[in-house]
C-alpha cells in the first residue's frame, strides 16, 4: 500500500507544484496519472522516492515513512522502487543484458557492479525478464542499436529485476507510435497483474489511459481534481482536468472491445 498524506512541493522560485496531495494506492492497482503539462505529474512520482524532496507531506510504502529516512535507509527503500523512463535512461554502449544487470545495482555493491560480475541467479532472472518482454533474442545487443519500443521494453525488465513493491513510470509511451504505444502499456499492465505489482503512470494519452488501467487520477495546478474510474472521465470531468475543449472526441476514440478491465486482469 502507498499512501500520500498531504503532500506538498514548493520549489526555491515560489511555484507550488503539489498542494496537499492525499491518496492511497493499493497493493496490485495500475494509476493513470493525467493532467496538463506543469500539473505535477512528474513532481508527484519524483517526490515518492524523493528524486525531488517534499517540502511537507508523507510518503508512507509498505508502513516505512520514506520522508524520514536517511541517505542510507533511503537507498534501501529506492531498491523497492522501479522506475521506468520516457526517455529510457539505457547506458547505449552497454548490452541489452547489461542494461537490465544494472537494476540489481542496488544489491550487488560497487565492486561486483563496476566488473560486471553478477550472482547467477541475478543473470538467470534477467534471462527469465527478457523472455518475458520478448527481446531473450537481443541479449547481447548493444543498447543503441534497439527502437524506442524495444528500448522501453529492456527499461521494464530492468526495473522489475529489483523485485519492486511499486513501479513509478513516467510517459512510458511519449515517445512511441499508437501500435508500440498499446503494446507497452499493455504489457506494464499484464507484468503488474501478474506480480500483484501496484503501479503510477504519468501518460498524456487518455484514451490509452481509459483503455488500460483500473483507476485515474487527475492533476491541475498540482492539486487531484478527479479520482476514479477510467469510465468516469466524462466531457466535464476532462474540462475540469485541463480546460475547455471537444472531449468527445477524445472519448470516442476508445475501443470498447479493447478495454481493459480490473477483472480481466489489465490484459487486453
Known amino acids: 500500500m502507498l499512501k500520500l498524506n498531504q503532500l506538498t512541493k514548493r520549489y526555491a522560485t515560489g511555484d507550488l ?9 493499493p497493493k496490485g492497482q495500475v494509476v493513470a496519472l493525467i493532467g496538463p503539462s506543469g500539473a505535477g505529474k512528474s513532481t508527484l512520482i519524483r517526490c515518492i522516492n524523493r528524486l525531488v524532496e517534499p517540502t511537507s507531506g508523507g510518503v508512507d510504502l509498505n508502513g516505512k515513512e520514506l520522508t524520514k529516512l536517511g541517505s542510507g535507509a533511503l537507498r534501501q527503500a ?6 521506468i ?11 541489452v543484458m547489461e542494461n537490465v544487470l544494472s ?8 565492486w561486483r557492479s563496476f566488473l560486471r560480475r553478477y550472482p547467477q541467479s541475478a543473470v538467470d532472472e534477467a534471462f527469465r ?5 520478448g527481446l531473450d533474442h537481443m541479449a547481447d545487443k548493444r543498447a543503441d542499436e534497439l527502437s524506442g519500443g524495444q528500448r522501453q521494453r529492456v527499461g521494464i525488465a530492468r526495473a522489475l529485476i529489483q523485485d519492486p ?16 504505444s498499446r ?23 487518455v484514451a490509452l489511459a481509459q483503455m488500460f488501467v483500473q483507476r485515474v487520477i487527475g492533476l491541475r ?5 478527479y479520482d476514479g474510474p477510467p469510465n468516469e472521465l466524462t466531457p466535464d470531468t476532462l474540462t475540469q482536468i485541463y480546460g475547455e475543449e471537444d472531449w468527445e472526441a477524445t472519448i470516442e476514440k476508445v475501443d470498447e472491445e479493447e478495454v481493459v478491465t480490473p477483472e480481466e486482469g489489465a490484459v487486453a
Open 221 to 225: 495546478f498540482g492539486e487531484v481534481v
Open 183 to 205: 503494446q507497452i502499456m499493455r504489457l506494464i499492465c499484464e507484468l503488474c497483474a501478474e506480480r500483484d505489482l501496484a503501479a503510477i503512470i504519468n501518460i498524456h494519452d
Open 129 to 133: 525478464l527478457l523472455e518475458r518482454v
Open 78 to 83: 529506492r531498491r523497492r522502487m522501479g522506475m
Open 17 to 25: 507544484a503539489l498542494k496537499a496531495v492525499d491518496v492511497e494506492i
Open 103 to 110: 537494476g540489481r545495482l542496488g544489491y550487488v555493491g560497487f
Open 85 to 95: 523512463f520516457q526517455e529510457y535512461a539505457l547506458v547505449e554502449r552497454l548490452t
Open 165 to 180: 513493491e511499486l513501479l513509478l513510470v513516467d510517459e512510458p509511451t511519449a515517445s512511441l507510435d499508437p501500435k508500440t
